[in-house]
């Protein structure tokens, strides 16, 4: 079954920023497209950016110019680096593949954004 592990998350001050990280394992990571979620407190889970095995992106309208997504296939990894954050960027985020695979959800990392 495939595995995806979150981290980086944290309390950060607004117009701060944070890396968060996913390792996957159990799948054929390369021929993937990765994104990563996020879903805050009483609301949907969204796609926030999402990268393509050969190297196309595509980002919510409210992270455009402010959270970039990248992957390293060799350590079945994917990034989000989010700067300027807001307080309405405050959620768990999760990572999975685009379309997400049912049943599949990592555990999330919680970013707070907050003075």
């Known amino acids: 079954q495939v595995q995806l592990v979150e981290s980086g998350g944290g309390l950060v001050q607004p117009g701060g920023s944070l890396r968060l990280s996913c390792a996957a394992s159990r799948i054929i990571f390369s021929i993937r497209t990765m994104a990563w979620y996020r879903q805050a407190p009483g609301k949907q889970r969204d796609m926030v950016a999402y990268k393509t095995s050969d190297g196309r992106t595509n980002y919510a309208d409210s992270v455009k110019g402010r959270f970039t997504i990248s992957r390293d296939n060799a350590k079945n990894t994917v990034y989000l680096e989010m700067n300027s954050l807001k307080p309405e960027d405050t959620a768990v985020y999760y990572c999975?593949?685009?379309?997400?695979?049912?049943?599949?959800w990592g555990q999330g990392t919680q970013v707070t954004v907050s003075s």
């Open positions: 999975n593949q685009f379309p997400s695979l049912p049943d599949t």
